[in-house]
């Protein structure tokens, strides 16, 4: 994909860390209705100023509904701080978000697609910003060693209004990993990796971090 046109401008740049556990689940009940609703739970530390200090907190709750074997529809709320190195000034966010999530796998990989959108209510701006998100990642288990997967994925994020200014519509950031897979057990897996974030700022230098990320999936 492109980068915006004032990527090629001045650019802050940043090591991290990131550490992320999402536990999600069916309800596992007997009635048709309710053997169907899902819950997700993830919880995201993220660790910046070349991986010194707390700089990004994410809680994110939800429930789904399994529309097919497949595919699911969700809602949700999280809640985020953000501090430095991400901006200078630190904030807390409110968010209200849904995703389509469709996962279909096979002998040779795993493809998921995520579609998401969210409403951020960020502190002392009175204006509601409106994203959207769109996740593909692939998952390839080798061979010869069958717990071992390779992964990659790609997240486009989108502004879908003019939340600072006039000009914030429009690309916000993009997300590139690569890594490997482990399955720890039959409910666990862990993916390790590199991440590579480009956050387009206003008034800023834009921002490219180079991430060590480690994940945690539990599906009970």
């Known amino acids: ?24 689940g069916k309800t596992h009940s007997k009635d048709k209705i309710l053997s169907r609703v899902l819950y997700w739970l993830e919880t995201q530390e993220r660790i910046g100023d070349d991986s010194s200090r707390f700089s990004q907190i994410l809680v994110r709750p939800g429930l789904g509904y399994a529309l097919t074997e497949n595919l699911s529809i969700w809602v949700g709320y999280a809640w985020i701080y ?3 190195p991400n901006t200078s000034n630190p904030f807390e966010e409110d968010r209200i978000w849904q995703q389509l999530l469709w996962i279909k796998s096979n002998r040779y990989l795993t493809f998921t697609s ?24 692939i998952s390839v288990p080798i061979k010869q060693y069958t717990k071992f997967s390779f992964v990659a994925s790609d997240e486009l994020f989108l502004h879908k209004n003019n939340f600072v200014g006039k000009n914030s519509r ?6 590139f990993f690569i890594g490997f897979g482990y399955k720890i057990n039959p409910i666990t897996t862990t993916e ?21 990320s480690i ?3 539990i599906n009970f």
Do not use: H
């Open 170 to 175: 429009g690309f916000d950031q993009n997300r």
């Open 1 to 24: 994909m492109g980068w915006p046109k004032n990527a090629e401008c001045a650019i802050e740049r940043d090591f991290q860390s990131w550490f992320n556990v999402t536990a999600t």
């Open 114 to 137: 995520r579609t998401r959108t969210e409403q951020r209510f960020l502190e002392n701006n009175p204006k509601t910003a409106y994203r959207f998100r769109e996740l593909i990642k």
């Open 192 to 212: 390790i990796g590199y991440m590579n974030q480009y956050i387009r700022r206003f008034g800023v230098p834009d921002f490219l971090s180079n991430i060590v």
């Open 215 to 217: 994940n945690f999936f």
């Open 82 to 84: 953000t501090g430095i």
